[in-house]
């Protein structure tokens, strides 16, 4: 069973940063990511999301690829792999996997213009490594699926005292 976590960090280069550390300790092997994904709340009020994975990029690169063997057969590639590509991109938009799109945005609209949220879909992870990995990195946890103690200690490691002076925290409006 996966947990859910989200964070909110003052700006969308904190956010990066700290989804690019989670990263590099999935390549060590101390977590597994289901999915990654940054929401910020812009000026304007609007929520972008920035995926790991672009679906819509993938199904272009498949589709044209199967379109173009498809077209092939039938003596007409260039009709094939653009048809194909264009059936890719329709598929790859549509398509939603790991954290729900539409649960990141309406949570996210909660966020201060120019906040960020990282939303985590962690598999499994080696708790005490990640948290001393986090300690000290700032944000402010939003939501979890953790259960109490473990929520707290994510908690703390956020809010301990980096080396070089107090951890960034990122404001939450209160909506009701």
């Known amino acids: 069973m996966s947990d ?3 964070i909110v960090y ?13 990263l590099n300790l999935q390549k060590e092997y101390l977590i597994e990511l289901s999915d990654a994904v940054i929401a910020v709340k812009q ?18 690169v498949s589709g044209g690829f199967w379109g173009l063997l498809i077209g092939s057969l039938f003596l007409m590639p260039l009709l094939g792999a653009s048809l194909g590509a264009a ?7 549509l398509n939603d996997f790991g954290i729900n799109d539409g649960f990141m945005r309406e949570l996210a609209t909660t966020l201060k213009p120019e906040n960020a949220a990282l939303f985590l879909l962690i598999r499994r992870m080696t708790a005490d490594k990640v948290l001393e990995e986090l300690r000290g990195s700032g944000g402010t946890v939003l939501k979890t699926s953790l259960d109490h103690t473990k929520e707290q200690a994510l908690r703390d490691a956020l809010a301990a005292s980096p080396a ?11 909506k009701s």
């Open 43 to 60: 000026e304007s009020g609007r929520v972008k999301l920035i995926q790991l994975i672009n679906t819509t990029a993938v199904g272009v």
């Open 164 to 174: 070089f002076g107090s951890p960034a925290t990122a404001q939450i409006s209160s």
């Open 10 to 22: 003052p700006t969308e280069e904190k956010a990066e940063a700290i989804r690019h550390k989670l």
């Open 87 to 93: 059936s890719g991109a329709l598929s790859g938009a």
């Open 4 to 6: 859910l976590v989200v």
